[in-house]
């Protein structure tokens, strides 16, 4: 089975809070593929950082934490950022941004996906935003805070 991830539900593996139990569920059995878009590196850091910041994380947590997804890393598919993503994004923003308020980054983790998922996959988020417009394109959807 093939699931792609967003931030949002990805950083739960690996900082322990409300729905990482569901991710772990997913991401550690291993005739699972876990997907994500190459940006999440970067965004992932970020939200660890803050949540460094907002003291929900000692400099330890932090390290480990950082550790753990670089060496996680080798075992996920990462799909690349390239001109066929930023323009599907671009379209889906035109599409579902006035109404449903589809963000940047989010319309990117939307575009990858949606540019390579087949019947089967399934999209994982925390987002409940990006859950639903990942639905109405007919997708499934797996929002870790929701099981």
Same mark, same amino acid.
């Given at each position: 089975?093939?699931?792609?991830?967003?931030? *949002?539900?990805?950083?739960?593996?690996? !900082?322990?809070?409300?729905?990482?139990? +569901?991710? +772990?569920?997913?991401?550690?059995?291993? @005739?699972?593929?876990?997907?994500?878009?190459?940006?999440? /590196?970067?965004?992932?850091?970020?939200?660890? !950082? &803050? &949540?460094? /910041?907002? &003291?929900?994380?000692?400099?330890?947590?932090?390290?480990?934490?950082?550790?753990?997804?670089?060496?996680?890393?080798?075992?996920? !598919?990462?799909? @690349?950022?390239?001109?066929?993503?930023?323009?599907?994004?671009?379209?889906?923003?035109?599409?579902?941004?006035?109404?449903?308020?589809? /963000?940047?980054?989010?319309?990117? !983790?939307?575009?990858?996906?949606?540019?390579?998922?087949?019947?089967?996959?399934?999209?994982?988020?925390?987002?409940? &935003?990006?859950? *639903?417009?990942? @639905?109405?394109?007919?997708?499934?959807?797996?929002?870790?805070?929701?099981?």
């Amino acid at each position: 089975m093939n699931y792609f991830f967003d931030t *949002s539900a990805l950083v739960k593996y690996y !900082h322990h809070e409300s729905g990482s139990e +569901a991710v +772990a569920g997913i991401i550690d059995l291993s @005739e699972n593929d876990v997907w994500i878009l190459d940006i999440a /590196r970067v965004e992932f850091l970020s939200a660890l !950082h &803050r &949540r460094f /910041r907002d &003291r929900e994380l000692s400099e330890n947590e932090l390290n480990d934490a950082i550790d753990g997804f670089v060496e996680s890393l080798a075992a996920f !598919h990462i799909e @690349e950022t390239g001109a066929s993503v930023i323009q599907e994004a671009e379209n889906l923003i035109k599409q579902y941004g006035k109404t449903d308020g589809l /963000r940047t980054l989010d319309a990117l !983790h939307l575009a990858a996906f949606n540019l390579l998922a087949g019947d089967s996959w399934v999209f994982v988020s925390s987002d409940n &935003r990006l859950c *639903s417009v990942v @639905e109405k394109l007919g997708y499934a959807t797996i929002n870790p805070l929701n099981t």
